[in-house]
């Protein structure tokens, strides 16, 4: 079954606008992370904000913030005031709880383009 | 740099060669992931390592997929008898270990391998 799916495969959003790009994850855990990493065309996964299922807050880290909706099982990417350097591919991923348990899963990702 | 390394950045092979990807962490980092992303997709889970040790091989798409780390830092993804839907970007993350599932994975720019 799909754990991570994002439903965009791809967005467009004008100059210093902002954009949400959609995540819903499945998982029977109780302590699990959520995760978004952005891929420029050069290949690099870049790690952006990261929320934890028991943080109360929305994470944030500068223009970019996380929706989360435990009760739905949401995690949406928040980018404020978009500049042309984040088109990219935007990828949100999870891990589950577990003292050893390290495997992430990706969703398919979202192609995001920002015009000038 | 100070971040995860990979070598070579782009690798083309015939079918039947075996071909070996080098994957450099970040010093100190006690994790070690291997992911495989095929175009337009996200990483699929490999491998993982802890220190020298192999705790995870379930991603591994058959018994042609080798990798070690036999110093607990460098590590090498071998594959043996290659086929052409071995083609794919393959990417090297590290983290440094503990026991939440918070930690975010580092990603190198990645191998991208073409079998011809």
């Known amino acids: 079954a799909q754990k991570i799916t994002q439903t965009q495969p791809g967005m467009f959003v004008q100059e210093k606008e902002a954009v949400t790009l959609d995540c819903t994850y499945d998982?029977?855990?109780?302590?699990?992370?959520l995760f978004w990493y952005k891929q420029p065309s050069s290949g690099e996964m870049i790690f952006l904000i990261y929320?934890?299922?028991?943080?109360?807050q929305n994470a944030t880290e500068g223009r970019y913030s996380l929706n989360f909706q435990k009760a739905r099982k949401s995690a949406n990417l928040v980018i404020s005031a978009s500049q042309l350097g984040d088109s990219a591919m935007y990828f949100c991923a999870m891990r589950e709880g577990g003292y050893n348990n390290n495997d992430m899963r990706f969703g398919a990702g979202t192609r995001l383009t920002v015009k000038p | 740099g100070a971040g995860v390394s990979q070598s070579p950045r782009y690798k083309v092979a015939k079918r039947g060669q075996d071909v070996a990807l080098r994957c450099d962490p970040i010093s100190g980092h006690v994790s070690l992931f291997w992911y495989q992303q095929a175009l337009g997709q996200g990483p699929e889970f490999l491998t993982y390592f802890q220190n020298e040790a192999q705790l995870d091989k379930s991603g591994l798409p058959s018994d042609r997929f080798f990798a070690e780390r036999p110093e607990g830092s460098v590590s090498t993804l071998k594959i043996q008898r290659t086929q052409q839907e071995d083609s794919a970007v393959y990417l090297c993350?590290?983290?440094?270990?503990?026991?939440?599932?918070?930690?975010?994975?580092?990603f190198g720019d990645g191998t991208r391998l073409s079998i011809l």
């Open positions: 993350a590290s983290s440094y270990y503990g026991v939440e599932s918070n930690q975010p994975q580092h």
């Open positions: 929320q934890g299922s028991y943080d109360e």
């Open positions: 998982t029977s855990d109780q302590s699990y992370g």
